[in-house]
């Protein structure tokens, strides 16, 4: 994701050390926790912050008194549009704000919703777990004031969401790769208690590995079970 603007933010110390904070991080809600409290720290004008993501259920880190609210605000989004769902669009530059929500003739439903509760500004950014792939999720500041978010609290959280895109891209990396190892172990435990229990049978009825093997997957089918349940069944049967 690429925006000029973001170009313009000096670097500061603080940013190594938010660096450092992220690269730390282990899980997804943990760094969605990290990046709402950094952004909270840097992004001063706000006066609610949410951080949502797209591919699981609502997350968010606010405070508990605010969490319905933040609740409300990514549904009504989610239902009707608004600068959030505009940030995450594929076809557009992963960054929507509006300085005046009660003037806001883009996102009616969800304005009329955030200025009841008295927010009259807002920024959403994009996070993305990769270059290449679709947005991730959404880092949305809000502050009770029209004009309240500075054009350096934009650029904070555009920095910012950058940062969020490589720590959720090495976290959804290592989620996959852990994955995949569960899946690898669970096929491989599988095929173990399937040997097994086909070498039960060739000992027991004096037949080949073939021979037993399809014993096996027709009586799992008389009996409606699957081919890993029936061979356990049989090894514990055995062990008894």
């Known amino acids: 994701m690429t925006f000029p603007e973001a170009t313009q933010c000096r670097e500061k110390p603080e940013w190594t050390a938010i660096t450092r904070e992220l690269l730390a991080v282990k899980t997804i809600p ?20 949410t951080v949502a993501l797209c591919d699981r259920d609502a997350v968010t880190s606010v405070p508990e008194w605010r969490r319905p609210l933040a609740a409300a605000l ?12 505009a940030a995450i669009d594929p076809l557009g530059p992963g960054f929507a704000a509006s300085d005046d929500l009660l003037h806001d003739t883009r996102w009616p439903a969800f304005a009329a919703l955030a200025g009841g509760h008295g927010l009259h500004a807002v920024v ?58 569960t899946r690898l172990l669970g096929e491989l435990e599988i095929r173990d208690i399937i040997g097994q229990a086909t070498g039960i049978l060739m000992n027991r009825r004096g037949c080949t590995a073939e021979v037993a093997n399809g014993m096996l997957r027709r009586w799992a089918h008389e009996l409606g079970m699957d081919v890993p349940d029936l061979a356990h069944t049989l090894l514990e049967i055995g062990h008894s």
């Open 30 to 49: 943990d760094a969605v926790r990290v990046i709402a409290e950094t952004a909270g720290r840097l992004i001063t004008s706000a006066d609610l912050i």
């Open 74 to 85: 990514d549904l009504a989004q989610h239902r009707d549009g608004g600068p959030a769902t």
């Open 124 to 181: 959403s950014v994009e996070c993305r777990k990769s270059a290449s792939g679709r947005p991730s999720g959404s880092l949305t500041a809000y502050s009770h004031r029209s004009g309240g978010l500075t054009e350096h609290d934009r650029r904070t959280a555009l920095v910012l969401a950058s940062q969020a895109s490589l720590t959720l891209a090495r976290l959804h990396t290592s989620e996959e790769a852990e994955r995949r190892r």
